[in-house]
């Protein structure tokens, strides 16, 4: 893997990243545990997380090639860990799970490939729909996450009204980043593109 990569710089944008990736596990325990408060604590600093990052890198000065790969990695394996669970609990749409785990994949995989086999280091600039793509993903995780808690209370709650239009957003924004990313991937494999948005 590329030097660049290989050492993170250890700053506050990039240690408010890496705690998403390390509050993974701990979040899951809390949800299977049914500590509901305490994974709604921990929900809300990762989805805070995601959105201060990026900002105090850019305030403070502070934005690096590997912080620019890291935040977008972090987001990715929140996304597959969250979704994979409730999944498994049938508490996901099982089309907008693949969706999901194809895109979150895909993209993962283009890291190893560019910067580990190629040694192409390209850059990671997320235009706006990308960006509600993830806002949208946390939004759900949270209205799922909030649907889990009144269930297991024994409320007998509807979250159609939310979920469906959530769901139908979310799921079209899905498919157009996939949609744009393997062309924007195969022009930076073949050298004719340098930045993903």
Request: aromatic content about 14%.
């Amino acid at each position: 893997m590329s030097r660049t990569l290989a050492k993170i710089p250890l700053n506050l944008p990039n240690g408010l990243t890496l705690s998403r990736v390390f509050l993974i596990a701990p979040l899951l325990w809390l949800l299977e545990a049914q500590l509901f408060f305490g994974a709604y604590v921990l929900a809300s600093w990762v989805f805070l997380t995601d959105f201060l990052d990026g900002r105090l890198a850019r305030a403070n000065g502070q934005t690096t090639f590997a912080g620019a790969i890291l935040d977008p990695v972090a987001d990715k394996l929140v996304a597959l860990s969250l979704f994979s669970y409730l999944f498994v609990l049938h508490r996901v749409e099982p089309w907008y799970y693949a969706l999901i785990v194809v895109r979150d994949v895909a993209q993962l995989a283009s890291i190893p490939i560019l910067i580990g086999w190629r040694r192409i280091l390209f850059k990671v600039a997320p235009k706006r729909i990308p960006k509600w793509g993830t806002a949208l993903n946390f939004t759900l995780l949270g209205v799922l996450f909030v649907q889990l808690h009144t269930d297991a209370a024994g409320f007998d709650l509807s979250y159609a009204w939310i979920l469906l239009p959530l769901y139908l957003i979310s799921g079209v924004i899905e498919v157009y980043i996939l949609v744009t990313y393997l062309p924007r991937f195969r022009q930076i494999y073949l050298g004719q593109h340098d930045t993903f948005e």
